[in-house]
T-cell receptor, first 113, second 114 residues
Framework: NAGVTQTPKFRVLKTGQSMTLLCAQD?????MYWYRQDPGMGLRLIHY???????AKGEVPDGYNVSRLKKQNFLLGLESAAPSQTSVYFC????????????FGQGTRLTVV | AQSVTQLGSHVSVSEGALVLLRCNYS??????LFWYVQYPNQGLQLLLK??????LVKGINGFEAEFKKSETSFHLTKPSAHMSDAAEYFC????????????FGAGTRLAVHP
């Protein structure tokens, strides 16, 4: 059972480079989320989606873009990476919002030098 | 708006001692509350959740939490700590309608020593 799969697992970028993180879920969930995890700050919501073709801003959306062209995939893009975007990124999905359990991927460790 | 405050970024207990991890929330609507656990180099997994059915919620691995509306709290407890409980614990809040996104606290790292 795959659940939520994130690719890549590790990446090093130079300042100014761009990249896309891919999240795929096989549970037919409506909601998908991107978080970043930094020491002492917990998980902060970057963007989320409540269904195919929809996206919404979270707590820290600046410097990131997202797309949800297919229900099972949620892409997170960094157009011009900055050292402040060095973090561990987690994708999650849930059947609905509200009281539904969120299922998490294993994370992507991104370093921007 | 919704937010979560976890008191104590690090908690250390002896094996067999009571575990108490504190969480206070703020929500403009009736909240749904969650505790998630993260083991090293892994994603998060659900321990338990409150959805208004019962104020005392039992979860996996012997953990439980009590929803106290008057105190806006949802503290996590376990009567007797095991070495395997060492991990980072996150409290989270969600709601209905326009407040349906999942917002996390800063986390509490639990250390269990012999």
């Amino acid at each position: 059972n795959a659940g939520v799969t994130q690719t890549p697992k590790f990446r090093v970028l130079k300042t100014g480079q761009s990249m896309t993180l891919l999240c795929a879920q096989d549970m037919n969930h409506e909601y998908m989320y991107w978080y970043r995890q930094d020491p002492g700050m917990g998980l902060r919501l970057i963007h989320y989606s409540v269904g195919e073709g929809t996206t919404a801003k979270g707590e820290v959306p600046d410097g990131y873009n997202v797309s949800r062209l297919k229900k099972q995939n949620f892409l997170l893009g960094l157009e011009s990476a900055a050292p402040s975007q060095t973090s561990v990124y987690f994708c999650a999905s849930s059947l609905t919002g509200g009281s539904a359990e969120a299922f998490f991927g294993q994370g992507t460790r991104l370093t921007v030098v | 708006a919704q937010s979560v405050t976890q008191l104590g970024s690090h908690v250390s207990v002896s094996e067999g001692a009571l575990v108490l991890l504190r969480c206070n929330y703020s929500s403009s609507v009736p909240p749904y509350l969650f505790w998630y656990v993260q083991y090293p180099n892994q994603g998060l997994q659900l321990l338990l959740k409150y959805t208004s059915a019962a104020t005392l919620v039992k979860g996996i691995n012997g953990f439980e939490a009590e929803f106290k509306k008057s105190e806006t709290s949802f503290h996590l407890t376990k009567p007797s700590a095991h070495m395997s409980d060492a991990a980072e614990y996150f409290c989270a809040v969600s709601g209905s309608g326009g407040y349906n996104k999942l917002i996390f606290g800063a986390g509490t790292r639990l250390a269990v020593h012999p």
